[in-house]
């Protein structure tokens, strides 16, 4: 048994498998690319705390959408969005999208009732990357009830609503399909790298029918100082310190959460009665050692029984 917050060793074997899940192209263009890390190895970073990665649990295994969102380059959007694919219901059709040509032949056969887009930036950067029509086609079909999870470049909520409104020609409807957004922020310091989910957004209607959003969470303290420009840069900006930042803790909303409860069609106390379980359950995992990305995997298939010890086989 290893020590209760320590991830395991992950081997070879069980890296390539993970890589193996996603298309070529999927984590981007790197010298090396990022080892995949699970939704418990996530939360021993501090990126995320347990409330919030149930949170984003009970969303996604309903196949409802997230946008990840980062100005600067390694915040951790792709390695988290390809950790939250963990949480998905059996049964998900995985549909990988890329590049700007629209090509949504395979709505004849997949709907959304067993189909969660993935895409892993929504930008102009690269030619692989979605834009234009295809970008446009996703956000409308996340409006519709399809679910979506993708990542883009903003430095806040306002900054991704006039991106994706202003430039792709988003309605409220379809900015509504994106259940919640997520505000990484990351750069470098003296000290080492920071990188952590700042703010987490509901995406939601008003009773007149315009995009309202409420805030879910946020880090105590305030945000980090903007990164505007930084998405263009081949490594995160040197800041003289994090502020302090990397030991606030994540402040949540409860009416905020009230309202992500209709959303999803629940009363309050049902989903507060939800995410506290699921909270439990991923802690647990943490306390057991179960933390490489296979047995995380395997343990979230097997919900709501606990394994009570890693995996044979599944550290080196």
């Given at each position: 048994m290893h020590p209760a917050g320590v991830p395991r060793t992950v081997t070879p074997r069980m890296t390539s498998q993970r890589y193996a899940r996603f298309p070529e192209g999927w984590w981007g263009y790197h010298w090396v690319p990022?080892?995949?890390m699970s939704a418990v190895e996530i939360m021993t970073t501090g990126s995320i705390d347990a409330r919030l990665m149930a949170t984003l649990w009970a969303v996604v295994s309903r196949r409802r959408s997230v946008m990840l969102s980062s100005e600067s380059p390694m915040a951790g959007k792709t390695t988290t969005l390809s950790a939250l694919v963990d949480f998905l219901p059996?049964?998900?059709v995985a549909v990988f999208l890329?590049?700007?040509a629209q090509d949504y032949g395979w709505l004849d056969e997949v709907g959304p009732e067993r189909g969660y887009m993935l895409i892993n930036e929504m930008s102009d950067h690269l030619p692989i990357y979605v834009w234009g029509r295809n970008a446009r086609a996703a956000l409308a079909l996340a409006g519709r009830g399809y679910g979506l999870g993708a990542t883009m470049h903003a430095d806040s909520l306002p900054e991704a609503i006039e991106c994706l409104g202003g430039e792709l020609g988003a309605s409220?409807?379809?900015l509504s399909g994106l259940t919640v957004y997520l505000?990484?922020?990351a750069y470098r310091t003296p000290a080492g790298m920071y990188r952590r989910c700042e703010e987490v957004w509901h995406l939601r209607l008003d009773a007149r029918g315009r995009l309202a959003p409420v805030r879910l969470a946020a880090?105590?303290?305030?945000?980090s100082p903007t990164m505007t420009g930084a998405q263009r840069l081949p490594a995160?900006?040197?800041l003289a310190s994090d502020g302090?930042?990397?030991r606030q803790p994540f402040i949540h909303e409860p009416e905020a959460y009230a309202a992500l409860a209709g959303s999803l069609g629940l009363a309050p106390e049902e989903l507060e009665a939800e995410l506290a379980e699921r909270a439990a359950f991923l802690t647990a995992l943490e306390m057991r050692g179960i933390c490489d990305p296979a047995s995380v995997a395997h343990a979230l298939a097997e919900y709501p029984d606990l394994p009570d010890q890693p995996r044979e086989g599944a550290s080196a």
């Open positions: 990022p080892r995949p059996a049964g998900t890329r590049g700007w409220d409807a379809d505000q990484f922020s880090i105590a303290g305030g945000r995160p900006p040197l302090g930042r990397r």
